[in-house]
């Protein structure tokens, strides 16, 4: 079943270690283990990870810029990397905004 598991999500042989937030890794347990499920903490798990899928995403392109054997696959890797990272600083300005208008409604 694992093997069939990694073949679908592309998982290399080789599994790396990620890191998550402690609070992220009890959301999860609280969801998958005990069941326990509502909107925000939905929403918060989903975010979260896909925040964290974003940032995997920008250090394999990192990575594959500054390994790269010719300088025209560094300078492909490099655009790649470059967009991704300026996407995500565009995404956390307007979070930010955001987080700061719902403040303001909660403050007053």
């Given at each position: 079943?694992?093997?069939?598991?990694?073949?679908?999500?592309?998982?290399?042989?080789?599994?790396?270690?990620?890191?998550?937030?402690?609070?992220?890794?009890?959301?999860?347990?609280?969801?998958?283990?005990?069941?326990?499920?509502?909107?925000?903490?939905d929403e918060y798990i989903k975010d979260q990870l896909f925040d964290?899928?974003?940032?995997?995403?920008?250090?394999?392109?990192?990575?594959?810029?500054?390994?790269?054997?010719?300088?025209?696959?560094?300078?492909?890797?490099?655009?790649?990397?470059?967009?991704?990272?300026?996407?995500?600083?565009?995404?956390?300005?307007?979070?930010?905004?955001?987080?700061?208008?719902?403040?303001?409604?909660?403050?007053?």
């Amino acid at each position: 079943m694992m093997s069939i598991l990694r073949l679908k999500i592309g998982v290399q042989k080789d599994m790396s270690k990620v890191q998550i937030d402690k609070q992220l890794f009890l959301d999860v347990c609280q969801y998958v283990i005990l069941g326990n499920r509502n909107h925000y903490r939905d929403e918060y798990i989903k975010d979260q990870l896909f925040d964290k899928l974003e940032s995997m995403s920008r250090r394999e392109s990192y990575t594959e810029a500054m390994t790269a054997v010719t300088d025209e696959e560094r300078e492909k890797a490099m655009i790649k990397y470059i967009e991704k990272a300026s996407k995500n600083q565009y995404k956390n300005s307007v979070d930010t905004n955001i987080n700061n208008t719902e403040l303001g409604i909660y403050i007053f």
